[in-house]
């Protein structure tokens, strides 16, 4: 199983849609990101978390909240789907015991029609 | 602004060949840096990471250096070979306390090396 473990892989949307995107991890680190992928964008953050009780917003939160519900799992919400939020979005985690390199997970394709 | 700048975009080369990627950033002020590979429509996966205290690391055909102040990291990769073809992003993890910095543990990244070797 992969360390980070993203749900959908793909998914495709209608405007106006509310819908969620999980992620989990096993490696048991403290700190959880997602960012989005936009081609000529490179990646932005959009929301990260320290800990169950640590939520921050990133660059580019608007349109978008998160959810951690355990030190394992970090879910990101679109309440109401529109076509510009149509990109790449990669959750991934971090700590301080492997010097904060990331491990990323396989990413979620997301459509919005 | 901090930011992370990767040059060239783009680069293509005959099988076997050594090449150099780079990497340059405008804060010497770094955490650490890390080299990530992308295949098309994947994920990101880590190739290396170098603390702020350290020159380089090596992992295989891969050899990465920092020189912080400067501001500027190199992946080299010998040998090449055709299955190396992807995308090479290089991140940056700045310090906190910089006005108008970024946050603690926020990953700052380039626009990516899209690196093709041919047979």
């Known amino acids: 199983d992969a360390d980070v473990t993203q749900t959908p892989r793909n998914r495709i949307t209608k405007t106006g849609k509310r819908i969620m995107l999980e992620c989990s991890q096993t490696?048991?680190?403290?700190?959880m990101y997602w960012y989005r992928q936009d081609p000529g964008l490179g990646l932005q953050l959009i929301y990260y978390s320290f800990d169950v009780k640590d939520i921050n917003k990133g660059e580019i939160s608007d349109g978008y909240s998160v959810s951690r519900q355990a030190q394992a799992k970090f879910s990101l919400s679109l309440e109401s789907a529109i076509p510009n939020q149509t990109a790449l979005y990669f959750c991934a985690t971090s700590d301080r015991r492997v010097g904060y390199g990331y491990t990323f997970g396989s990413g979620t394709r997301l459509t919005v029609v | 602004k901090q930011e992370v700048t990767q040059i060239p975009a783009a680069l293509s080369v005959p099988e076997g060949e050594n090449l150099v990627l780079n990497c340059s950033f405008t804060?010497?002020?770094?955490?650490?840096l890390q080299w990530f590979r992308q295949d098309p429509g994947k994920g990101l996966t880590s190739l290396l990471l170098i603390q702020s205290s350290q020159r380089e690391q090596t992992s295989g055909r891969l050899n990465a250096s920092l020189d912080k102040s400067s501001g500027r990291s190199t992946l080299y990769i010998a040998a090449s070979q055709p299955g190396d073809s992807a995308t090479y992003l290089c991140?940056?993890?700045?310090?906190?306390?910089?006005?108008?910095?970024?946050?603690?543990?926020?990953?700052?990244f380039g626009q990516g090396t899209i690196l093709t070797v041919h047979p």
């Open positions: 991140a940056v993890m700045f310090l906190p306390g910089v006005a108008g910095g970024t946050s603690y543990g926020k990953l700052t």
């Open positions: 804060d010497s002020a770094i955490y650490n």
């Open positions: 490696k048991g680190h403290d700190r």
